[in-house]
């Protein structure tokens, strides 16, 4: 065979194989949801957990904008019944641990939802921060996936759009504790607080309608201090939290503060949020540094701007404080209002400190959006 033959053969192939897969996208009638999720930052932290993937103590965060996770799913009618069937793709790439863990978590949900025994679900995602930030996408991620399960499911079984983000949340969940506070935009409270009669361990909900308007448009601005894979993951150390030596008074602290915060989010007071917002990343990191075995996440360029962010507050009188989640990077939270201030206080005072001078600029936002 010649070149030229043997490339018209090639060709040939490659024409016979786009015909038989449109065939087979017909045949299969594939469907498509796609919807954006933000990551989000709490206030009060969740760290500890019971079964199953219920939280030791309330927690409330609020949603970011820019750090968001996109997920479509692109799903069809299957043959076998019996077993979950999924494919996983982030930024075009098969990622066969994430499938596995996720066809895992669905196996275990599978009697709840209609949608597993019915359909094969190609699952695209992929994030708008960039991954060399070293931002836990897991909230964003985990949120992203359960909205498009839902309205997948939506469609076999009649629910409304308050149980779509309810159920939802509850799914998110399972995948990631924190995610299940994505789910609304604003500020969320995932667990137990007797000023709100329908919170619950089981999902979060939104409590935006009853915040002061001096917190409507936070910012977040993340020091990026170190962008590698944290040491120990946040599943291992919510499993530390079983036998803590500090257990009981943790969680009675992490619902005083509920309560606490939630008072002054609705008065509109920024002190008692500086406050409970600081003591809360503090406790966090003891947690972790007192756990058995001990561990350390914070880094002494952590500590660095911790103590030039206090010092800038004292002088200044900037309404600004800090928060951590599991990893050394922190988060300056702050009115919108200053901040011109702030950025110049970053960029003269904090950014030495980040790696590669590295910051993410977020703020408060709407939640997620199904596109
Ligand atoms: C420190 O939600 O990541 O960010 O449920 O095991 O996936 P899993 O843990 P994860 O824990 C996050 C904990 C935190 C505090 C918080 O977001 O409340």
Redo the contacts with the bound molecule.
């Keep these: 065979m010649t070149i030229s033959k043997n490339k018209d053969y090639l060709l040939s192939l490659n024409t016979k194989t786009w015909l038989n897969n449109m065939f087979k996208k017909k045949k299969r009638n594939i469907k498509t949801v796609k919807w954006q999720s933000p990551s989000?930052i709490?206030i009060v932290?969740?760290?500890g957990?019971v079964p199953v993937?219920l939280p030791m103590n309330p927690?409330v965060?609020f949603s970011l904008t820019n750090a968001r996770t996109e997920t479509e799913i692109q799903y069809w009618e299957k043959e076998n019944k019996d077993t979950v069937s999924a494919e996983f793709y982030f930024e075009g790439k098969r990622k066969h641990e994430f499938e596995k863990r996720i066809i895992q978590l669905f196996t275990e949900i599978q009697p709840a939802f209609e949608l597993f025994d019915k359909y094969h679900l190609r699952i695209d995602s992929k994030n708008t921060f960039p991954h060399s930030a070293g931002i836990?996408s897991?909230?964003s991620a985990m949120c992203a996936l359960a909205l498009c399960l839902l309205s997948i499911e939506q469609e076999l079984e009649a629910f409304d759009e308050e149980d779509l983000k309810r159920r939802a949340s509850a799914l998110a969940r399972y995948g990631?504790?924190?995610?299940s506070r994505s789910v609304y935009g604003g500020f969320n409270l995932w667990g137990e607080c007797m000023f709100f009669p329908d919170s619950s361990k089981e999902y979060a909900i939104p409590i935006t309608n009853h915040i002061h308007e001096d917190f409507k448009d936070l910012q977040d601005t993340i020091l990026i201090v170190r962008s590698e894979e944290k040491s120990v993951s946040?599943?291992a150390g919510?499993k530390l939290m079983n036998d803590h030596a500090y257990k009981v008074a943790r969680v009675n602290q992490a619902k005083t503060n509920t309560e606490n915060l939630i008072n002054a989010l609705q008065s509109g007071d920024f002190d008692t949020f500086i406050q409970i917002s600081e003591e809360e990343a503090m406790s966090?990191h003891a947690m972790m540094m007192t756990s058995k075995p001990s561990y350390l996440l914070m880094k002494p360029e952590s500590l660095e701007i911790i103590e030039k962010v206090k010092k800038f507050r004292n002088e200044t009188g900037t309404p600004i404080c800090f928060t951590l989640?599991?990893g050394p990077n922190i988060h300056l939270i702050y009115p919108k209002k200053v901040k011109e201030k702030v950025m110049k206080f970053v960029k003269s005072e904090l950014l030495q400190h980040c790696e590669n001078e590295n910051y993410i600029d977020d703020h408060i936002g709407e939640g997620p959006v199904k596109i």
Aim: charged fraction near 15%; glycine fraction near 4%.
């Design positions: 989000n709490a932290k969740y760290w957990k993937q927690s965060s836990a897991s909230a990631s504790g924190s995610a946040s599943t919510h966090l989640d599991a």
